[in-house]
C-alpha cells in the first residue's frame, strides 16, 4: 500500500512551453501533498504544499505564477511549468500524506525529469 | 533554523567493509527522522524510520540507524556493504504534523571491490 505514481516519468518541451507533471495516490487519500525539486548531485528542495480544496503554499524563492499547482481530489495534484526555460530542467518529485500513512510519514513519487531546450 | 546536517559529501567504502553514514539536526525536541536511498535518475526509496521508541531503528536491505537524543544524530550503519549499496543517501527530518520533510545535501556511497 501508500504508492504514489508520477507521469510522465520524463518530458523534454522547448523553452516558451507549459508542462503538466501529474502525482497520484494510488491506494490512499492524500489530504497533503509536496512537491520538491532536485537539480543534479543536489538534495531536495520544497517548492510547495498543498492540501486538498485550497491554495498551494509555496516556498521562498518560488514563483507561484510560474509554478502552478492544483490539488482538486484527494488523490490527484499538478504542478504546471508555466513558460518553462532551461533553467527550470530538474527533477521534479511529489510526496503524498494521509490516509493509512502514520504520523507524519509521506511517501514519495519516482520522480519525472523535465529537460526544456 | 531547523536544519539537517550530512557532514560527508562523499565516502568510499571497500566490498564487505562496514559503514555508517552521519546524519545531525537541529531541533529542540524530538523529530521524526528518516534514511532514504537513491539510485541515478531514480526516485527516493525509504530506508528505515524513527517516530518513537527504541532508538536503534531496523531497515531494508540489512541498513540500521541509531537515535542519539544526547547528540541529535541519527547515524546509518551496514555491517558489510554490497557493490549494490553505491547511491546516493540522505537524512530526512519531520518536525511537525502534515509539514514536509527537510533534507540533508545528502553522502555519495562509492564501493570498491
Known amino acids: 500500500g501508500a504508492v504514489v505514481s508520477q507521469h510522465p516519468s520524463w518530458v523534454i518541451c522547448k523553452s516558451g512551453t507549459s508542462v503538466k507533471i501529474e502525482c497520484r495516490s494510488l491506494?490512499?487519500?492524500?489530504?497533503?501533498m509536496f512537491w520538491y525539486r532536485q537539480f543534479p548531485k543536489q538534495s531536495l528542495m520544497l517548492m510547495a504544499t498543498?492540501?486538498?480544496?485550497?491554495?498551494?503554499?509555496?516556498e521562498q524563492g518560488v514563483e507561484k505564477d510560474k509554478f502552478l499547482i492544483n490539488h482538486a481530489s484527494l488523490t490527484l495534484s499538478t504542478l504546471t511549468v508555466t513558460s518553462a526555460h532551461p533553467e527550470d530542467s530538474s527533477f521534479y518529485i511529489c510526496?503524498?500524506?494521509?490516509?493509512?500513512?502514520?504520523?507524519?510519514?509521506?511517501?514519495f513519487g519516482p520522480g519525472t525529469r523535465l529537460t526544456v531546450l | 533554523a531547523q536544519s539537517v546536517t550530512q557532514p560527508d559529501i562523499h565516502i568510499t567504502v571497500s566490498e564487505g567493509a562496514s559503514l555508517e553514514l552521519r546524519c545531525n539536526y537541529s531541533y529542540g525536541a524530538t523529530p521524526y527522522l528518516f534514511w532514504y536511498v537513491q539510485s541515478p535518475g531514480q526516485g527516493l526509496q525509504l530506508l528505515l524510520k524513527y517516530f518513537s521508541g527504541d532508538t536503534l531503528v531496523q531497515g531494508i536491505k540489512g541498513f540500521e540507524a541509531e537515535f542519539k537524543r544526547s547528540q541529535s544524530s541519527f547515524n546509518l550503519r551496514k555491517p558489510s556493504v554490497h557493490w549494490s549499496d553505491a547511491a546516493e543517501y540522505f537524512c530526512a527530518v519531520g518536525y511537525q504534523a502534515g509539514t514536509a520533510l527537510i533534507f540533508g545535501k545528502g553522502t555519495t556511497l562509492s564501493v570498491s571491490s
Open positions: 498543498s492540501n486538498e480544496g485550497s491554495k498551494a503554499t509555496y
Open positions: 491506494d490512499f487519500q492524500a489530504t497533503t
Open positions: 510526496s503524498a500524506r494521509g490516509g493509512l500513512a502514520a504520523y507524519n510519514e509521506q511517501f
